[in-house]
């Protein structure tokens, strides 16, 4: 049963400290998408990867936020210092590039469980 | 910019009514749209995707419609069940104009059927 596979599922902190969410992305999937989604501002895209190289990261606060995939089974979403502001759940998502499509759109990728980040 | 509204954001059935929910967007220069559903504490699952040049999609119960030219979708749940309550979001795929489509997501639409 293919899923992708985000950990932690819940994660408690204090503000400034370092937070690291971890995912597994289907196997043989080369594309993947981080995702932030709050009560006020529904889905957003944070960052997306394809081969392990990012390709766009716009909708991250480049201050604090960091995303890398060290190898294909594995990508990180970093948060350092973390804020109150950050509390929200954190998606994961992959999926599979068409050579003639370029990048799978999110709506054609698999997600995650999610990890719920809570910053007091 | 593409604004993805879905109303209403909250939604409360009995068990075995048929109901209707909205998506709205509106720039129609879109490639598809899909619907997803989102249970409590879970990622998305989708549920149907329908392309520009399609006008439904079914699967089961579920019926969901495009009408790019008024920028809106309905996905049909038909006979409601206890098991289909859970958020329901549209995204909207916008047409490939070089480098990245930043696919849209409604805001959900929380439903509940009752038993």
């Known amino acids: 049963d293919a899923r992708v596979t985000q950990t932690p599922r819940h994660k408690v902190t204090e503000m400034g400290q370092e937070v690291t969410m971890r995912c597994q992305p289907i196997l043989g999937h080369n594309t993947v998408f981080w995702y932030r989604q709050t009560m006020m501002q529904g889905l957003e895209l944070l960052a997306y990867f394809r081969n392990r190289a990012p390709l766009d990261d716009s909708g991250m606060p480049k201050d604090r936020f960091s995303a890398e995939m060290p190898d294909a089974t594995l990508a990180t979403l970093k948060i350092q210092p973390s804020e109150p502001r950050d509390s929200a759940v954190y998606f994961c998502?992959?999926?599979?590039?068409?050579?003639?499509?370029?990048?799978?759109?999110?709506?054609?990728?698999?997600f995650g469980q999610g990890t719920r980040l809570t910053v007091v | 910019k593409q604004e993805v509204t879905q109303i209403p954001a909250a939604l409360s059935v009995p068990e075995g009514e048929n109901l209707v929910l909205n998506c709205s967007f509106t720039d129609s220069a879109i490639y598809n749209l899909q619907w997803f559903r989102q249970d409590p504490g879970k990622g998305l699952t989708s549920l149907l995707l329908?392309?520009?040049?399609?006008r439904e999609q079914t699967s089961g119960r579920l019926n969901a419609s495009l009408d790019k030219s008024s920028g809106r979708s309905t996905l049909y749940i038909a006979a409601s069940q206890p098991g289909d309550s859970a958020t329901y979001l549209c995204?909207?795929?916008?047409?490939?104009?070089?480098?990245?489509?930043?696919?849209?997501f409604g805001t959900g639409t929380k439903l509940q059927v009752i038993p």
């Open positions: 998502a992959s999926g599979l590039a068409k050579p003639w499509e370029g990048v799978p759109a999110p709506t054609e990728a698999f």
């Open positions: 995204a909207v795929r916008p047409v490939y104009s070089g480098g990245y489509q930043k696919v849209t």
């Open positions: 329908i392309q520009s040049s399609q």
